[in-house]
């Protein structure tokens, strides 16, 4: 869930800039950052639970 509301956060910054005085999202790194981050190895092999996450009843059956 947490991971969904910045991601939420940072497209309603973008979207709506005017109605956004200012932004702290702790869950989640600038989009552009966050994106080129996901382009290099590394960074894949350290993210893969997101990746785990995104199959329907997979992470359910393996973690109960």
Not at 16 to 26: D, G, S, W
Request: with cysteine; hydrophobic share 55%.
């Amino acid at each position: 869930m947490s991971f969904k509301c910045g991601a939420m956060a940072w497209n309603f910054a973008y979207n709506y800039p005017a109605m956004v005085e200012k932004l702290v999202v702790l869950n989640l790194p600038h989009p552009a950052k966050f994106l080129a981050g996901l382009r290099t190895p590394q960074q894949l092999l350290k993210s893969w639970y997101i990746f785990f996450f995104q199959f329907p009843l997979v992470s359910e059956l393996i973690l109960h």
